[in-house]
């Protein structure tokens, strides 16, 4: 079974923080993902990954940055936290070629 | 971003009946996916649907891919009380991202 795991279950930071969220996948997956899941707006991507070192913008970066330095960890950065980052965050993998996405169980983050 | 319809958007049955729910797009996708996500868990696999017309089952789980490519069609048979939770479908156009539909979220009366 694939296995995506995410650093933190609950994490609370306050405005202005830098804020490092990790995610670890462990089946070799070429893509890496970060979402955000608010209600009513379903998951939103933020940024991806296909590649050691290689990133892409997803629907809603702003404020966001990623790195990838490894190929099985993706990273989410808050650069400068804010009250409007509060939400539940999702990493997923999967191969490449547009294959099906395999979910952590998420961080949910507030932001003080 | 893509929007994809999702609906119901909330759904109350009993137990031991079907549900039926669909996404549609604007657009035409190369990809449908169902997770179903539990309260304070991430979204998990359901189905995957790679082909135009596709019919895949996954026990009481069947899902379907539009002959349009502009829609899938979830349906669950003989409902029970674990499938409470949220239904979210995901298409994908081309490349690697998917979109997300704002999710149909199931509640089992016993």
Same mark, same amino acid.
């Given at each position: 079974d694939v296995k995506v795991t995410q650093s933190s279950r609950y994490l609370v930071k306050r405005t202005g923080e830098k804020v490092f969220l990790e995610c670890v996948q462990d089946?070799?997956?070429e893509n890496m993902f970060w979402y955000r899941q608010d209600p009513g707006l379903g998951l939103r991507l933020i940024y991806f990954s296909y590649d050691v070192k290689m990133k892409e913008k997803g629907d809603i970066p702003e404020g966001y940055s990623v790195s990838r330095e490894k190929k099985e960890r993706f990273s989410l950065i808050l650069e400068s936290a804010s009250t409007n980052q509060t939400s539940m965050y999702l990493c997923a993998s999967s191969w490449a070629g547009g294959m099906a996405q395999h979910f952590g169980d998420g961080t949910r983050l507030s932001i003080l | 971003g893509q929007q994809l319809n999702q609906s119901p958007q909330s759904m109350f049955i009993q137990e031991g009946e079907d549900v039926s729910m669909n996404c549609t797009s604007s657009s035409i996708f190369n990809t449908w996916l169902w997770y179903k996500q539990d309260p304070g868990e991430g979204p998990v696999l359901l189905i995957a649907l790679y082909k135009a017309g596709e019919l895949t089952s996954n026990g009481r789980l069947t899902a379907q891919f539009g002959i349009t490519r502009k829609d899938s069609f979830l349906n669950i048979s003989a =409902?029970?009380? =674990?499938?409470v939770g949220i239904y979210f479908c995901a298409g994908r156009l081309t490349g690697n991202q998917f979109y997300f539909g704002t999710g149909t979220s199931l509640t089992v009366i016993p």
């Open positions: 089946m070799d997956h | =409902s029970i009380p =674990s499938d």
